[in-house]
């Protein structure tokens, strides 16, 4: 099982068991007897997944979720707002739903991890050590509220990209790193 770089408990009805879930941001189609749209599935583990969307179906609904030619189905577990758990009839392989964007989810993990703890790793996507590092952009004390408003401007930007499908299908592992940077920020934002 992959691990979840940012579990989110808060997002399902209180007292139900919780496989370890991936967060993810990948764009899906989602069809029911009630409900036909895209939505993000925003977490998954090999028995369910967390979606978001303008229309879901209700509890207890049957549907099925396509991503190109990956396609589960399962039964809407509960809805609260834009977001629904869904729990698969079968297995999922949720390494197969993630993008390709050249990491594995503990490649993520690690360098979230190294960040946190101001050590970035020394690869080709980051200076080596020694290197001098950019000057900030910002002098000023960034406080809870500020990241919280960073987070609601980023969420906005990756949502309107996420409607372009040529744009999702070009970028998918950046606007998955996006909606992780969101989720960071929140978290800091949280953290009052």
Known sequence: MLPSAYP???DQPQG???APRTNMFVIAELSSASALGKVKIRNMSSGGAMVEGPALP???AQCRILRGTLELEG????VAGNR?????????????????????QTDVDRVVAAAKSG???SDD????????APAPLMSRVVDANHAASVADQLEELADALSGDMDVVSRHMGKL???????????KLADQR
């Open 119 to 121: 050590a970035m790793p």
């Open 84 to 104: 629904a758990g869904i729990r698969f009839n079968g297995t999922a392989h949720v390494a197969e739903w993630l993008p390709n964007a050249g990491r594995s």
């Open 8 to 10: 989110t408990v808060s």
């Open 125 to 132: 996507r980051f200076p080596s050590p020694g290197v001098a």
């Open 58 to 60: 209700m509890p207890s």
């Open 176 to 186: 998955q790193a996006l909606d992780l940077a969101v989720q960071t920020l929140r």
């Open 75 to 78: 039964e809407i577990v509960w």
């Open 16 to 18: 139900s068991p919780r």
